[in-house]
RNA sequence: GCCCGGGUGGCGGAAUGGCAUACGCGGAGCACUCAAAAUGCUCUGCCCGCGAGGGCGUGCGGGUUCGAGUCCCGCCCCGGGCACCA
């Protein structure tokens, strides 16, 4: 009996694939002047399949196995069902893993990432991923850089990026600033130090341009209801009122954001967060710099915990309340937060939790003016705080109307006393994307005395990079040093200028990557219009949930831009979003502090690309983490070793050629294997077609393989038995083909001469699903008693006469009176008995 | 605290309101073998019973239904996200 090689298949298809190219496809039916080069047969309907694209570092490890053996199956299961398939691969090559570990090893970023890019290619090919490489680039070279160079222009000519000094997180690890999202919890994403605050002057991205439609336009998204959720909750929006409080002393105006302009009555003091700017004129007081300084110096985790007591500092001041003219104190309170709203609040401590406490703390006066309904109630020290809605009181003109009824009335009359207005506000702030690092793209923009800012003109890029020895960060740009390169002249007058020696952060690289790969060769623009309209969006985007947030709104916020500035046609960039399970090891998740690692490498090498690929999807559903065991593995590869070698003897008995993708139609009288590769096909289809179901798909194939084996034996002795049984080999080769490509491959060819990928996918026939006769389920009070043999299409009074016929059902009704009698056709009897 | 997931055999997991535990792992046995591996076949939720058979079983407590793992109400536990956002 030969073996199973797994290592010899692969390495022949591997081989064809590459040789053929057979994974590329051309773009002409895009464009409108080349309609016919792609020949009458290319199909128009199209499917864009795209994995996120990966960080090179190191070697691919078995997350990226998981993402690729989702979106392969996808690809090819779609190709077969006659798309036009774009499945492309990539590297998002800049950014500061890559320069960190380039720092510790003294080896230039560039040189460590081509190695892991060269790497990550090699096991690609291995694993047989369906690629079309004519589209594949880094983001760290130039032909790719220039056009994201070209994007910040376009952008900035819109004032859509733009620079101002801001209080910025700062690593102090790092060396270098963050956005927002990605200090997460007060601490560097990427190494976990504390982040600071530090004022600076920084390139911003516009995105709360964008704020509402990056929101409202969820809703149309195929996407995780988690992951939309939690793009709805860090894009924050709240509805509300800007009400003014005036400092009389001072003769200031103080406007305050609130969501509840229907407490207003209710304000008993008014606080400034510490970082406010007016918060030293009010009160310059020894006590309040030093909270001011404290505050300010504090980690924002630290600061930000909710459960600390609240702490302050009074100011001496007052404001006027607009709607009944008391005038209120004015406290400074690190509770209160710079960044959102107006830096200022009116505190309800009757109806807000946090100015509750504060109220508490500080002893200040807690008025009731909603009164929480009936039932609810109790003493009003029991029920205050209440943020609930009720009957206004102690509201003056308003007592007695319920709060949400007389909200917008009070909004209308503080903005007819010029005291207010509606107010939308959010939590999303401008993205942050200048970085003081070596190792990103350059920011194409000049800095002339005489002219100000000055973009480096469309025909001047890219701006390069250049090569410089000490890229360690310093706490300014390393490129800063580069000065033949800083120092240029203006674009417009040509005096003396200097280069921005920020570069910008790497979520930038990755927010038009896609739009790239439509038309990856393309010299003269970034993209063709039509080819990019005709590609876009990605019908399945595949990827792991760390990027719910960050990526996937950068990417939509890029696409909606560029969509305003003419340049798409689209206005979301993934129709369909798939987040992927974490592979975990011995229930943990893979680290090197934990030693748990395994490389996907090992079992590639051992058992087989085709084993790693239908094991990591086999092990469970797709979309949860998923524990990899050995035992697992084994249990796979035994399965596709069963199905080899079942085909290399179903091959050496027949003569080859005939057998099947036709469907079998003329192969005799159907047999139960017959059915059962029908049953196969049918459920192979919808689990992949309907559902991301590929651990049930793969386990129909098994269950189609073992059925195969127990017949065989009776079924090679005839020869309609022989053509059945090579029809369900063959078809069960074609359905393993997009979880195993080159066994399914190896199967197919085997026993039909053809190749898998270049015929249709089978398509299951209804007549032969259902059998012709079923297992009738009979019940008695809703418990199986009895399962009896019944005609396909049998009558309501039929199945009944059949179950009364068993004798287990008449034992168990034994004199009992039968009060009901439910017939589910073609299933089940229950006799209801009393 | 709020918002999402999830809780089913020894384990990973299957089940349009209709046979709970498909498929795989692990375990037991048989065949082949001098033997072992490999391979093929059979059995494998728990309890009572020699057996036929019966009872109990999807985190807990209720409910709807002829019938609930699945739907509804109230809890418990695990995982993830958000969280002083006015």
Same mark, same amino acid.
């Given at each position: 009996?030969?073996?199973?090689?797994?290592?010899?298949?692969?390495?022949?298809?591997?081989?064809?694939?590459?040789?053929?190219?057979?994974?590329?496809?051309?773009?002409?039916?895009?464009?409108?002047?080349?309609?016919?080069?792609?020949?009458?047969?290319?199909?128009?309907?199209?499917?864009?399949?795209?994995?996120?694209?990966?960080?090179?570092?190191?070697?691919?490890?078995?997350?990226?196995?998981?993402?690729?053996? !989702?979106?392969?199956?996808?690809? =090819?299961?779609?190709?077969?069902?006659?798309?036009?398939?774009?499945?492309?691969?990539?590297?998002?090559?800049?950014?500061?893993?890559?320069?960190? =570990?380039?720092?510790?090893?003294?080896?230039?970023?560039?040189?460590?990432?081509?190695?892991?890019?060269?790497?990550?290619?090699?096991?690609?090919?291995?694993?047989? !991923?369906?690629?079309?490489?004519? &589209?594949?680039?880094?983001?760290?070279?130039?032909?790719?850089?220039?056009?994201?160079?070209?994007?910040?222009?376009?952008?900035?000519?819109? #004032? *859509?990026?733009?620079?101002?000094?801001?209080?910025?997180?700062?690593?102090?690890?790092?060396?270098?600033?963050?956005?927002?999202?990605?200090?997460?919890?007060?601490?560097?994403?990427?190494?976990?130090?504390?982040?600071?605050?530090?004022?600076?002057?920084?390139?911003?991205?516009?995105?709360?341009?964008?704020?509402?439609?990056?929101?409202?336009?969820?809703?149309?998204?195929?996407?995780?209801?988690?992951?939309?959720?939690?793009? &709805?909750?860090?894009? @924050?929006?709240?509805?509300?009122?800007?009400?003014?409080?005036?400092?009389?002393?001072?003769?200031?105006?103080?406007?305050?954001?609130?969501?509840?302009?229907?407490?207003?009555?209710?304000?008993?003091?008014?606080?400034?967060?510490?970082?406010?700017?007016?918060?030293?004129?009010?009160?310059?007081?020894?006590?309040?710099?030093?909270?001011?300084?404290?505050?300010?110096?504090?980690?924002?985790?630290?600061?930000?915990?909710?459960?600390?007591?609240?702490?302050?500092?009074?100011?001496?001041?007052?404001?006027?309340?607009?709607?009944?003219?008391?005038?209120?104190?004015?406290?400074?309170?690190? %509770?209160?937060?710079?960044?959102?709203?107006?830096?200022?609040?009116?505190?309800?401590?009757?109806?807000?939790?946090?100015?509750?406490?504060?109220?508490?703390?500080?002893?200040?006066? !807690?008025?009731?003016?909603?009164?929480?309904?009936?039932?609810?109630? @109790?003493?009003?020290?029991?029920?205050?705080?209440?943020?609930? +809605?009720?009957?206004?009181?102690?509201? #003056?003109?308003? +007592?007695?109307?319920?709060?949400?009824?007389?909200?917008?009335?009070?909004?209308?009359?503080?903005?007819?006393?010029?005291?207010?207005?509606?107010?939308?506000?959010?939590?999303?702030?401008?993205?942050?994307?200048?970085?003081?690092?070596?190792?990103?793209?350059?920011?194409?923009?000049? =800095?002339?005395?005489?002219?100000?800012?000055?973009?480096?003109?469309?025909?001047?890029?890219?701006?390069?990079?250049?090569?410089? $020895?000490?890229?360690?960060?310093?706490?300014?740009?390393?490129?800063?040093?580069?000065? +033949?390169?800083?120092?240029?002249?203006?674009?417009?007058?040509?005096?003396?200028?200097?280069?921005?020696?920020?570069?910008?952060?790497?979520?930038? +690289?990755?927010?038009?990557?896609?739009?790239?790969?439509?038309?990856?060769?393309?010299?003269?623009?970034?993209?063709?219009?039509?080819?990019?309209?005709?590609?876009?969006?990605?019908?399945?985007?595949?990827?792991?949930?760390?990027?719910?947030?960050?990526?996937?709104?950068?990417?939509?916020?890029? $696409?909606?831009?560029?969509?305003?500035?003419?340049?798409?046609?689209?206005?979301?960039?993934?129709?369909?979003?798939?987040?992927?399970?974490?592979?975990?090891?011995?229930?943990?998740?893979?680290?090197?502090?934990?030693?748990?690692?395994?490389?996907?490498?090992? %079992?590639?090498?051992?058992?087989?690309?085709?084993?790693?690929?239908?094991?990591?999807?086999?092990?469970?559903?797709?979309?949860?983490?998923?524990?990899?065991?050995?035992?697992?593995?084994?249990?796979?590869?035994?399965?596709?070793?069963?199905?080899?070698?079942?085909?290399?003897?179903?091959?050496?008995?027949?003569?080859?050629?005939?057998?099947?993708?036709?469907?079998?139609?003329?192969?005799?009288?159907?047999?139960?294997?017959?059915?059962?590769?029908?049953?196969?096909?049918?459920?192979?289809?919808?689990?992949?077609?309907?559902?991301?179901?590929?651990?049930?798909?793969?386990?129909?194939?098994?269950?189609?393989?073992?059925?195969?084996?127990?017949?065989?034996?009776? *079924?090679?002795?005839?020869?309609?038995?022989?053509?059945?049984?090579?029809?369900?080999?063959?078809?069960?080769?074609?359905?393993?083909?997009?979880?195993?490509?080159?066994?399914?491959?190896?199967?197919?060819?085997?026993?039909?001469?053809?190749?898998?990928?270049?015929?249709?996918?089978?398509?299951?026939?209804?007549?032969?699903?259902?059998?012709?006769?079923?297992?009738?389920?009979?019940?008695?009070?809703?418990?199986?008693?009895?399962?009896?043999?019944?005609?396909?299409?049998?009558?309501?009074?039929?199945?009944?006469?059949?179950?009364?016929?068993?004798?287990?059902? /008449?034992?168990?009704?034994?004199?009992?009176?039968? /009060?009901?009698? /439910?017939? /589910?056709?073609? &299933?089940?009897?229950?006799?209801?008995?009393?």
């Amino acid at each position: 009996m030969r073996r199973y090689e797994p290592s010899e298949i692969e390495q022949k298809w591997q081989r064809v694939w590459a040789d053929e190219r057979t994974w590329e496809v051309s773009n002409a039916v895009a464009r409108r002047d080349a309609p016919d080069e792609a020949g009458d047969d290319a199909p128009s309907d199209k499917s864009y399949v795209l994995e996120m694209l990966p960080y090179p570092s190191g070697e691919p490890h078995m997350g990226h196995l998981k993402t690729y053996a !989702i979106g392969d199956a996808l690809a =090819h299961f779609r190709r077969r069902r006659g798309q036009r398939v774009l499945h492309p691969m990539g590297y998002d090559a800049f950014g500061l893993p890559a320069e960190n =570990h380039a720092i510790k090893t003294n080896r230039h970023p560039r040189e460590s990432t081509e190695a892991a890019i060269d790497e990550f290619r090699r096991q690609f090919r291995s694993w047989g !991923i369906s690629i079309d490489w004519s &589209r594949e680039f880094g983001t760290h070279e130039p032909d790719y850089y220039r056009w994201t160079q070209w994007i910040f222009l376009r952008l900035f000519e819109r #004032g *859509l990026a733009y620079r101002r000094e801001a209080a910025v997180k700062w690593c102090p690890t790092d060396e270098t600033v963050l956005a927002n999202e990605q200090a997460k919890d007060g601490v560097c994403e990427r190494c976990g130090t504390p982040v600071v605050a530090r004022q600076l002057e920084q390139w911003f991205f516009r995105i709360t341009a964008y704020a509402d439609r990056l929101l409202d336009e969820l809703d149309g998204l195929d996407w995780p209801e988690h992951v939309r959720t939690m793009q &709805r909750n860090w894009i @924050g929006r709240s509805h509300g009122a800007e009400v003014v409080f005036r400092c009389e002393e001072l003769g200031t105006d103080y406007p305050v954001f609130t969501t509840r302009p229907d407490t207003l009555f209710g304000a008993t003091f008014f606080v400034l967060a510490p970082e406010h700017p007016d918060v030293l004129r009010l009160n310059d007081s020894p006590e309040v710099h030093a909270y001011v300084d404290r505050a300010i110096s504090e980690t924002p985790e630290e600061r930000g915990s909710e459960l600390r007591e609240k702490t302050g500092v009074p100011l001496g001041r007052t404001v006027t309340n607009p709607v009944n003219g008391e005038r209120i104190p004015m406290y400074v309170a690190d %509770y209160v937060l710079m960044e959102y709203g107006t830096g200022a609040i009116m505190a309800v401590p009757g109806h807000d939790e946090r100015d509750f406490e504060f109220a508490q703390a500080f002893e200040l006066p !807690i008025r009731e003016v909603i009164r929480a309904p009936a039932g609810e109630g @109790g003493e009003i020290v029991d029920r205050l705080p209440y943020t609930g +809605d009720g009957e206004m009181v102690n509201s #003056g003109r308003f +007592d007695g109307r319920h709060n949400r009824e007389a909200f917008e009335e009070i909004v209308e009359w503080l903005a007819g006393e010029g005291r207010g207005r509606r107010a939308v506000n959010f939590r999303l702030r401008d993205w942050l994307l200048s970085r003081q690092r070596y190792w990103g793209c350059p920011i194409p923009i000049v =800095h002339c005395e005489r002219c100000g800012l000055v973009p480096v003109p469309d025909d001047q890029l890219p701006v390069e990079l250049p090569e410089i $020895t000490d890229y360690a960060p310093k706490g300014r740009s390393p490129l800063a040093a580069a000065t +033949d390169w800083v120092e240029t002249s203006c674009p417009r007058c040509d005096g003396p200028a200097r280069r921005e020696t920020d570069t910008m952060d790497t979520f930038v +690289d990755s927010s038009w990557y896609f739009l790239r790969y439509c038309d990856a060769r393309n010299d003269d623009a970034p993209w063709d219009r039509d080819v990019v309209d005709f590609w876009m969006p990605v019908d399945q985007y595949i990827g792991g949930v760390e990027h719910a947030i960050l990526h996937l709104m950068y990417a939509r916020f890029f $696409t909606k831009a560029l969509a305003d500035l003419g340049h798409l046609g689209f206005e979301e960039p993934f129709a369909s979003l798939f987040t992927q399970g974490m592979i975990t090891r011995a229930g943990a998740k893979m680290s090197k502090s934990r030693g748990n690692v395994i490389s996907p490498r090992e %079992y590639v090498e051992r058992f087989g690309a085709d084993t790693a690929r239908c094991y990591i999807l086999y092990i469970g559903p797709p979309d949860q983490d998923a524990d990899w065991s050995d035992e697992g593995v084994g249990g796979i590869h035994r399965f596709l070793s069963r199905l080899w070698r079942l085909a290399d003897e179903v091959a050496a008995a027949g003569d080859g050629g005939e057998a099947s993708a036709d469907g079998g139609s003329h192969l005799g009288e159907p047999t139960a294997l017959f059915r059962k590769t029908h049953w196969a096909i049918d459920k192979v289809t919808a689990d992949l077609g309907e559902r991301f179901a590929f651990n049930t798909a793969i386990a129909a194939v098994i269950e189609l393989v073992n059925d195969a084996y127990r017949y065989r034996d009776e *079924l090679a002795a005839t020869p309609d038995g022989a053509a059945q049984l090579r029809f369900a080999v063959a078809t069960a080769g074609s359905l393993i083909f997009p979880f195993a490509p080159h066994l399914g491959s190896e199967v197919y060819e085997l026993l039909t001469g053809r190749r898998v990928w270049e015929d249709p996918w089978p398509e299951a026939d209804p007549a032969l699903l259902s059998a012709e006769t079923f297992e009738l389920i009979v019940q008695v009070n809703g418990k199986l008693r009895d399962r009896v043999a019944a005609p396909a299409g049998a009558s309501s009074e039929e199945q009944e006469r059949l179950a009364l016929a068993s004798e287990k059902v /008449v034992a168990q009704l034994d004199g009992a009176q039968i /009060v009901k009698t /439910v017939v /589910v056709p073609g &299933r089940l009897v229950n006799f209801v008995v009393r």
